[in-house]
């Protein structure tokens, strides 16, 4: 009888550590959920990074199209510093109440 007993707590002894290991493996600071939020984190920043260089391959056409293209120069620096030829002559609409934006 005495070995039944000592056998039912070695049983419940390894089922316990088996569970605390377990619940380790899955949980713990290197387990599974950690390595899934990661490899998660890690998903997000390679599409972060795959956005970053999409955006510097742009940014660097128009640097090169900037310093070849007279043309496309002229048009940006028109548009941005709203330059206009001593010939051309400006049209200002007035907005309409839809859409508010004051004068285009």
């Known amino acids: 009888m005495y070995k039944k007993v000592r056998n039912r707590i070695l049983l419940y002894i390894s089922l316990g550590l088996a569970l605390a290991l377990t619940g380790y493996m899955i949980a713990g600071p290197s387990g599974f959920l950690r390595v899934f939020r990661l490899n998660q984190e890690k998903e997000v920043l390679y599409n972060q990074i ?51 934006s004051g004068y285009r």
């Open 50 to 100: 795959n956005k970053l260089q999409a955006d510097n391959d742009q940014l660097n056409a128009q640097i090169d199209r900037l310093k070849t293209d007279n043309e496309y120069l002229e048009k940006v620096i028109r548009e941005k510093l709203k330059l206009v030829k001593p010939e051309e002559t400006i049209i200002l609409f007035k907005s309409t109440p839809e859409n508010g």
